[in-house]
């Protein structure tokens, strides 16, 4: 599509995933919340799903190094931090890598393989197209070569990551494993 996230709103971003035309960014544009005397509310999803998990992750774990064949998913970061790397399936090139905080929507559409780094301790949600139950989860998952690898650091504290053979490095703030 070619368009930059901001250009879209939500609603167009997830007509385009209806569609099957998927945006060319994970980022997925959150409309304003809606806010009184009560407090505030968020809608995080105006889209059709059949499955929802809230996973934690570890600080220094990775998840995913895999693609789906028909599923796809959007996360919704609760707490903490993601790495998402990306690139179509069956690709080399490397991937592209963007981070996601707290409050963020980004998605994944199928075929695309793709890794989550989690520096620091991290909760998300997901909404997947399929179900996900583990079976079925599982019959739809290609495991792929790892596209990070993860070091902790003694000396600076830290994990690092690095895209694998690129040398593209990163240490953001973390601790040890859990």
Known sequence: MGRPTSEFTHSEYTRLVDEEKYPDTPLVPLDEPFVNSSGRILNVLLKRFTSAAWIESN????????????????????SGTVVYGWR?????ALPEVSEFHAGQLFFTPPMVE??????????FMTFARNLR??????????????????????????FTYEVNGSGRRSSPAGGPLS
């Open 114 to 123: 793709h890794v989550m780094y989690f520096p620091v301790p991290t909760t």
């Open 59 to 78: 600080a220094g774990s990775l998840r995913a190094n895999h693609y789906h064949k028909t599923d796809w998913h959007y996360s919704f970061v609760t």
């Open 88 to 92: 179509p399936s069956g690709s080399t």
């Open 133 to 158: 139950d583990h079976v079925s989860h599982e019959s739809d998952v290609v495991r792929v070569e790892p596209l990070f690898s993860v070091v902790w650091s003694e000396t600076a504290g830290a």
